[in-house]
C-alpha cells in the first residue's frame, strides 16, 4: 500500500521555508526521501530508521514520527536547486521492499 | 557516484515487437529493481531481486518478465509491446543490508506506436 503524500506541490522564494508529510497506514519500518529534477532519475537523500534520530542533507532535515506512522521533510531557507520532485519512500516491518509515495513537487523562485 | 547502466536510453518501437531492456550495475548490489513511471507521476515496483535466479513480480501488474542470472545484469523484456506500454522504465539497486538506499539508473524512455 503507498504512503500518502501532501502537499501535491508548493512554490517557495528563496530563502523560505516547507514541509512535506508522508504518511502511512501500516507500520513502519524505514522511510526513503529521494528527490527527482526533470528529466533525471530520483537521487537518494537520506533515510530514516524506526527508532533512529532526526537525518539531514544541507539543510535538508527529516524526522520519522513512529506514534503516528508519518514522516515529514523540512526545507530550510530554500535555494534554487531544491527544486524538484521529492518522493517519500516506506519501507514495512514484514516488507523488504519500497513504496512510493506519489511526489510532491517543489518550484523555487528567485 | 553510483554505477548503475541502464541501455538504451530512448527507444521507438512498433505494436508487436518483442524488446528488452538492459540494467547493469557494478556495485556488486544483490538487490535490484525495476519501476515503471510516466511523466510527473509516482515510480511503481514492476520487478524485482534479492539474487541470483530470485526474481519476484512488484505491486503493479506488468506484462514483462526479468531474470537474474548474473549478480550484475537484470533485464526485462516485453514480449509483445504495446501502446499501453509507453512509459519510462527505472532500474534500481541497493546493498545487502535491509534499509540501504537505493540507486537509480537514468531511465529508458519508451514509446510505442
Known amino acids: 500500500q503507498q504512503p500518502v503524500q501532501s502537499p501535491q506541490a508548493v512554490i517557495l522564494r528563496e530563502g523560505e521555508d516547507a514541509v512535506i508529510n508522508c504518511s502511512s497506514s501500516?507500520?513502519?519500518?524505514?522511510v526513503h526521501w529521494y528527490r527527482q529534477k526533470h528529466g533525471e532519475a530520483p537521487v537518494f537523500l537520506m533515510i530514516?530508521?524506526?527508532?533512529?534520530e532526526q537525518m539531514r542533507h544541507e539543510k535538508i532535515s527529516a524526522s520519522f514520527n513512529e506514534k503516528k506512522q508519518q514522516s515529514s521533510l523540512y526545507l530550510t531557507a530554500s535555494q534554487l536547486s531544491y527544486s524538484g520532485t521529492y518522493f517519500c519512500?516506506?519501507?514495512?516491518?514484514?516488507?523488504?521492499?519500497?513504496?512510493f509515495g506519489a511526489g510532491t513537487t517543489v518550484t523555487v523562485r528567485a | 557516484e553510483a554505477d548503475i547502466y541502464q541501455t538504451p536510453r530512448y527507444l521507438v518501437i512498433g505494436t508487436g515487437k518483442k524488446i528488452t531492456l538492459e540494467c547493469s550495475q557494478t556495485?556488486?548490489?544483490?538487490?535490484m529493481y525495476w519501476y515503471q513511471q510516466d511523466p510527473g507521476m509516482e515510480l511503481h515496483l514492476i520487478h524485482y531481486?534479492?539474487?541470483?535466479?530470485?526474481?519476484e513480480k512488484g505491486d503493479l501488474s506488468s506484462e514483462s518478465t526479468v531474470s537474474r542470472i548474473r549478480t550484475e545484469h537484470f533485464p526485462l523484456t516485453l514480449e509483445s509491446a504495446r501502446p499501453s506500454h509507453t512509459s519510462q522504465y527505472l532500474c534500481?539497486?541497493?546493498?545487502?543490508?535491509?534499509?540501504?538506499?537505493?540507486?537509480f539508473g537514468p531511465g529508458t524512455r519508451l514509446t510505442v506506436t
Open positions: 531481486s534479492y539474487g541470483v535466479n530470485s526474481t
Open positions: 501500516k507500520a513502519l519500518y524505514s
Open positions: 530514516l530508521l524506526k527508532g533512529g
Open positions: 556495485m556488486g548490489h544483490d538487490k
Open positions: 519512500g516506506t519501507e514495512y516491518v514484514n516488507d523488504y521492499k519500497l513504496s
Open positions: 534500481a539497486s541497493s546493498g545487502d543490508r535491509r534499509s540501504y538506499e537505493q540507486y
